[in-house]
């Protein structure tokens, strides 16, 4: 047990852990149901107890540790279930478990807010939501980036080819490109219905992997395209299809990609 200066009473270090192992429970409930309570009493529980523990200075070491293997334990089950996936079902099992990572990741740097404002400032150690998005990045990313790649790459070529393709789940696979880059003053801000990672921008993950793929992919789509073309269509055809392509890509980079693409 710990005894505050203040004269309030003890805290039980393992019974307070508890508690807050429910609340994250809660949130994994949430992810299979789709239900989770709606008061806010777990929140400020679990928040209080941080605030309490953390001035010392053991049992903070205890928490942010406790938060690191939370989240690293998190994304390997995450990974399990993304198992050998490829094509459209691994984007849409890969975002579908991208969004809970997201969701776990904001709720615990709110609980762990205390540590972060305190603890970290005189410890030079990484944000909690940092530890979580270079966790995401080593135990997910790292491993699937080729695989998201040739997904991106193939879904991208049937809406060229006039197929239906879930936009939003490709958007948000591109984005993650662009999210593991961040490396200062990351954090998650709640944009409409869901939560937005940002920070300093850092594209060299984006320029190196997905927009070099993508513009290679380009090419060489365009090239097989104008050839065939050529040799079928007349030349008032052939502009009018090259004009209609240049709309289409201007509007799939605008839409879905970095501005510099």
Request: some cysteine; aromatic content about 14%; glycine content about 2%.
């Amino acid at each position: 047990q710990l005894e505050m200066d203040t004269g309030e009473e003890a805290i039980d270090f393992n019974a307070s852990m508890e508690t807050i192992n429910s609340f994250i429970k809660n949130l994994y409930k949430f992810f299979e149901t789709g239900e989770m309570a709606k008061e806010n009493r777990p929140f400020v529980d679990c928040y209080t107890i941080v605030y309490k523990l953390a001035d010392h200075k053991d049992h903070a070491t205890e928490l942010y540790d406790y938060h690191k293997t939370t989240i690293r334990d998190h994304l390997k089950r995450a990974c399990e279930k993304i198992g050998d996936l490829s094509g459209e079902p691994l984007l849409r099992e890969y975002i579908r478990q991208l969004d809970n990572f997201t969701i776990l990741a904001r709720w615990l740097s709110k609980v762990f807010n205390y540590i972060d404002r305190y603890y970290l400032m005189f410890n030079q150690l990484d944000s909690t939501s940092l530890v979580s998005l270079k966790t995401f990045r080593e135990v997910v990313f790292t491993d699937l980036r080729k695989k998201l790649l040739d997904a991106l790459m193939e879904e991208i070529t049937r809406y060229r080819e006039k197929e239906d393709v879930n936009w939003e789940v490709l958007h948000k696979t591109i984005n993650t490109f662009i999210n593991v880059g961040f490396k200062k003053d990351v954090s998650l801000k709640k944009v409409g219905e869901n939560y937005q990672w940002t920070g300093e921008k850092n594209l060299q993950e984006y320029d190196e992997l997905f927009e070099k793929t993508f513009i290679d992919k380009t090419k060489e789509y365009y090239t097989v395209k104008c050839n065939e073309w050529l040799q079928s269509l007349n030349c008032p055809e052939y502009i009018n299809i090259a004009l209609e392509k240049l709309e289409m890509e201007d509007r799939i980079a605008e839409q879905y990609m970095d501005p510099k693409t």
